[in-house]
């Protein structure tokens, strides 16, 4: 039997296993109450994982890493600077500790978007950097263990040493079993491993994936390393119809130019009125307030945070998980919105 979600209402799982992949990252496997249960997703996708820090429900979007059909679903965390919940789950979360989750979600996947075909097969390429590696990894396991899959898998991973590499080992067993999976390891100190040394650069893009404008290419990872693969693709002319990333990186912040215009958010199901600043993220008017809103990924990407703006207006970066039906009914989402006027918003 699979797990059934609660529509876009958190469930209770229990972490029944953590483990250490490197000095600053771990990976917790997640489980239902009932353990016989299996979880569904679409490789690449994450959910928003909630946990309960002084008092109060914090979500952020994590990377699902295991596979599909599985009694339990794995996430690799790494530690932040700053991280709130990266942090705690490193710190504090307990194996046998319970956790809120939402449903598997996101479009960096590679169900939605399959490698191109040829008459020789599919050709990708997954690039990754720090835990960008997590949802490409599971990309690469998908692939490999479908009896049906014909796909040539070039894993190219950017990362200090082979002990700062997460799943190291795995992808190291990998690249030795499969005759389709190439591991390029790219490292700033390799000593004692067979890769080379270096930083990522269209020099080194093209020595270790020379065919790459023949492949598909995933990319996920740091905001910088991204914009810079991306400049390296467009370099060579990369046909970006054949191009996706995912990326957890904030979009938006307070504009200050606008910020010392006093308006009100008035949230009519609470009969709550909140003084607000001009140009202020409608997320954060709602969380100081201690409302229930959950605002997992902060990059406009996961839709966790969706909620009505029934009068006044919003400045939005991203409508990214919104139909165009919600859009015109003015469903926003908070964390890459912008208040510029008076608002009555409605959750949920």
């Known amino acids: 039997m699979f797990f059934e979600w ?84 490193l710190d504090s979360l307990l194996s046998g500790d319970t956790v809120q989750a939402l449903p598997p ?30 949802p490409v990894f599971a990309m690469a396991k998908y692939w490999l263990q479908s009896a049906k899959s014909d796909v040539h898998i070039t894993f190219l991973h950017v990362a200090r040493s082979a002990a700062d590499t997460i799943y190291y080992h795995q992808l190291e067993s990998l690249h030795a079993i499969y005759p389709n999976f190439d591991l390029k390891l790219l490292l700033k100190n390799s000593a004692g491993t067979r890769h080379p040394q270096g930083r990522l650069n269209l020099d080194w893009l093209l020595e270790l994936v020379p065919d790459v404008e023949q492949r598909t290419v995933y990319l996920c990872g740091p905001g910088q390393f991204m914009q810079d693969v991306q400049g390296y693709l467009a370099a060579v002319n990369f046909d970006m119809a054949n191009f996706y990333q995912e990326s957890f990186t904030p979009v938006i912040g307070q504009n200050s130019d ?76 908070a964390c890459s919105s912008l208040v510029e006027s008076d608002l009555q918003v409605q959750l949920g």
């Open 6 to 89: 609660q529509g876009q209402q958190p469930v209770t799982l229990r972490c029944i296993d953590k483990m250490t992949e490197t000095r600053d990252s771990v990976s917790i496997k997640l489980a239902a109450l009932n353990p016989a249960l299996l979880f569904r997703f679409k490789p690449g996708q994450f959910i928003n994982l909630g946990v309960e820090i002084d008092g109060r429900s914090e979500f952020r979007a994590y990377s699902i890493s295991s596979m599909n059909d599985e009694d339990y679903l794995q996430l690799t965390i790494k530690r932040v600077d700053g991280g709130k919940v990266s942090n705690f789950i």
């Open 105 to 134: 979600a996101g479009d960096f996947n590679c169900i939605d978007h399959p490698p191109v075909q040829s008459h020789q097969g599919a050709k990708t390429l997954l690039i990754s950097a720090g835990c960008g590696i997590t």
């Open 258 to 333: 606008l910020a010392d215009e006093p308006v009100n958010v008035f949230v009519p199901d609470f009969d709550l009125s909140i003084e607000a600043q001009k140009g202020q993220p409608l997320v954060e008017v709602l969380e100081n307030a201690g409302l229930p809103i959950i605002a997992a990924c902060r990059s406009g990407i996961c839709g966790s945070c969706k909620c009505k703006v029934e009068t006044g207006s919003v400045t939005s970066t991203s409508q990214q998980t919104l139909t165009p039906q919600e859009i015109e009914q003015g469903y926003v989402l």
